[in-house]
């Protein structure tokens, strides 16, 4: 069993009671026990559960770790990663960090003195020369949001190792249909699986991946301890999600490499972010460590105003406006208005997310649909352009 897709389609059990072929919901509390302290192998949800050990094996497997955890959102699964730290303790973080993330490093953790040193990541010296011997952790993404910045996982990975640090890669962009960072030197992953591991836009999960078992148990003690774990029912769809990922991600791929060939060739657009692109920054980097893209596209438009955006942003038809990414259904959202609203416009600004960027989640539908899509939505707001020039 050497190809990753029957290697994971069959580390999803069948039933042993039943034979059901789907993992069956246990959706209970608590489990009856043959005598105080001798039961079955699960005592309580919180602790354990049968859907969700199914989920958190199959994710382990697929990743190439040894142990994870399930918890009910992204956020969830972050915070775990940081409860490994302590007081005094240094975060070393890519600059372009998730918005959330960066909300619960500097408004949550730096009160109980947790320190976060942020530095742009795809210049591997930078890491190399802002690490302090009180770093224990180094968080990166490849690709980030909105930009997709890469870094150099593996080069960052012996950096951590050097230093006695801990390399912990949020790979939700990429996917492990993508990317394999436990393979890479990092010593834990973790995901939003909100977005292309449950792939349907219909629920809200997260997980925590350790290549290391003993990291792991501290992990599951935390999963435990502070109790955010995901529901029997949410680890059924995720893990159904995952039962197609490879599949799914290879045409978000696909469609995103000609939406994105698209933009660059249209007079409208500044400039286009797509790692898959030759003159994409790293774009070496992106190809050596990922065996494909994917699926988000960013692009900023000549006009570089938020009313450009705006109209553009409300255009589309198949393209839906609202946040969030990784579903079948194709959205666009416009980060200095939703996603990154909370970052002063002048670090937003500084990070590359200018006034008139827009990202877009390419979906699933025939790249050419959505072509044409994008294709009307430039026609209008160049029809309003002239409107408003005919004013003047
Ligand atoms: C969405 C997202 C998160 C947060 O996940 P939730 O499931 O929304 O809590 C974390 N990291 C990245 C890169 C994301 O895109």
Redesign the pocket.
Known sequence: MNGITTQLIHSIPTDPLTGAVSVPIYQTSTFVQDAPGINKGYDYSRTGNPTRAALENLIAVVEKGNSAAAFA??????DAVIKLLETGDEILAVDDI?G??FRLFTHVYQKFGIKVNYVDTTVTENVLNAITPKTKLIWI?TPT?PTLKISDIEAIGKIAKASGCLLCV?N??ASPALQLPLTLGANIV?H????YLGGHSDL???LVITKEKELGDKIKFIQNASGAVLSSFDSWLVIRGIETLHLRVKQHCINAQAVAGFLQSHPAVNKVYYPGLPGHTNHDIAAKQANGFGGVVSFTLKDDTVDAANAFVTSTHLFKLAE??GGVKSLLCHPAQMTHKSIPAEIRKAAGVADSLIRLSVGLEDATDLIDDLSQSFAKIKAREERTKALV
């Open positions: 959102s992204g956020l969830a699964a972050i998730y959330g993330a993404e949001n949020d939700t962009f973790v939003s699986a909100t977005k809200i999960a997260g969030s990414l």
